[in-house]
Nanobody
Framework: QVRLVQSGGGLVQAGGSLRLSCAAS????????MGWYRQAPGKQRELVGE???????NYADSVKGRFTISRDNVKNTVYLQMNRLKPEDTAVYYC???????WGQGTQVTVSS
C-alpha cells in the first residue's frame, strides 16, 4: 500500500518561510521522481516543482529562487522549503509520485500580507 504523509504548513506572514515534508512508504522511493503541486481557491492544481531520483530539480517560474525541493532517500522523505513567501503562494500543497497517480493528503499554506 502506497502512502504519502505530509506535514508542515500553516500560517505565515509575507516574507516568511515554511517547510513541508512528505514521507513515502510502499514505493521504491529512491528511484521515484517526486513532485509538489499546489491548488489555490478557484484555480487549477499547478506544478510547483519536482526532484528526480538523481537529485535534479526543476521549478515553476513563479517560485524559482524562493522554493527548494530536496529529498532524503534514507528517510524516504521529500521536502519543500519555501522562503520569501508571498500572499499569492497561499494554497493547498500536495506531494506526489510523478506519473504514478499517488498523492499526499494536502497541506494548507496561508500567507498573510
Amino acid at each position: 500500500q502506497v502512502r504519502l504523509v505530509q506535514s508542515g504548513g500553516g500560517l505565515v506572514q509575507a516574507g516568511g518561510s515554511l517547510r513541508l515534508s512528505c514521507a513515502a512508504s510502499g514505493i521504491r522511493f529512491d528511484i521515484a521522481t517526486m513532485g509538489w503541486y499546489r491548488q489555490a481557491p478557484g484555480k487549477q492544481r499547478e506544478l510547483v516543482g519536482e526532484v528526480t531520483s538523481g537529485g535534479g530539480t526543476n521549478y515553476a517560474d513563479s517560485v524559482k529562487g524562493r522554493f527548494t525541493i530536496s529529498r532524503d532517500n534514507v528517510k524516504n522523505t521529500v521536502y519543500l522549503q519555501m522562503n520569501r513567501l508571498k500572499p499569492e503562494d497561499t494554497a493547498v500543497y500536495y506531494c506526489t509520485v510523478r506519473n504514478r497517480g499517488y498523492w499526499g493528503q494536502g497541506t494548507q499554506v496561508t500567507v498573510s500580507s
